[in-house]
């Protein structure tokens, strides 16, 4: 069974860092890419970025760029979102979920899987 | 940037057929997906690739992509069908969502 399994509930103040956490398992983890996606209260789904498990490599949406950082590590079958310095607007449920498509033409591909999301509260 | 259009709410009697669409340039060229967000859930895909349903996902759920329009028909609306719908394309490898569309069964 393909799940996705995310870090717990965050409350951090401004200014200080975070790195949550989305854990693969029932499937090759380095055969799937990662998204995540943005979801503050109340709004709609927001695309933040894409990894390649396999060779790290990254895709921001240009909303995003240069505020988050993904990784993952892939002997753990983990990808991460990470922030520097969080600001109250940062506070949002944040969904990881599996890419399944092909690499060579990511526009063919769907987000099949999701996680149970990670709440990030920053109050101001 | 590429920008999805989806009305804001939709209401449906039980039994009923629903359909949401969801607008953007030529997007009858890419592929759309739909999810369903109930309340406190994570989003579940319920079409891809236009008109695909993953496996688990009823009959009752149909998509459709031409022109400028894809649209989630929901035959046969039930209760539990009440929730939050989005749709997804690819724009330029990007991915954009719509800005969902509640769907009420009253």
């Known amino acids: 069974e393909v799940q996705l399994v995310q870090s717990g509930a965050e409350v951090k103040k401004p200014g200080e860092s975070l790195k949550i956490s989305c854990k693969g398992s029932?499937?090759?983890?380095?055969?799937?890419?990662i998204g995540w996606v943005r979801q503050m209260p109340g709004k709609g789904l927001e695309w933040m970025g894409i990894?390649?498990?396999?060779?790290?490599?990254?895709r921001y949406s240009p909303s995003f760029q240069g505020q988050v950082t993904i990784s993952a590590d892939k002997s753990i079958s983990t990808a991460y979102l990470q922030w520097s310095s969080l600001k109250a607007s940062d506070t949002a449920i944040y969904y990881c979920?599996?890419?399944?498509?092909?690499?060579?033409?990511?526009?063919?591909?769907?987000?099949?899987?999701w996680g149970q999301g990670t709440l990030v509260t920053v109050p101001s | 940037s590429y920008e999805l259009t989806q009305p804001p709410s939709v209401s449906v009697s039980p039994g009923q057929s629903a359909s949401i669409a969801c607008s953007g340039d030529?997007?009858?060229?890419?592929?759309a997906s739909w999810f369903q967000q109930r309340p406190g859930q994570s989003p579940v895909l319920v079409i891809y690739?236009?008109?695909k349903r993953p496996s688990g996902i009823p009959e009752r759920f149909s998509g459709s992509n031409s022109g400028n329009t894809a649209t989630l028909t929901i035959s046969g609306t039930q209760a539990m069908d009440e929730a939050d719908y989005y749709c997804?394309?690819?724009?330029?490898?990007?991915?954009?969502f719509g800005g969902g569309t509640k769907l009420t069964v009253l």
């Open positions: 979920a599996r890419l399944n498509g092909p690499r060579s033409n990511p526009e063919d591909a769907v987000f099949d899987f």
């Open positions: 029932g499937y090759s983890f380095t055969s799937y890419c």
């Open positions: 990894i390649y498990p396999d060779d790290s490599d990254t």
């Open positions: 030529k997007l009858g060229d890419k592929y």
């Open positions: 690739q236009d008109n």
């Open positions: 997804q394309a690819w724009d330029s490898s990007t991915v954009v």
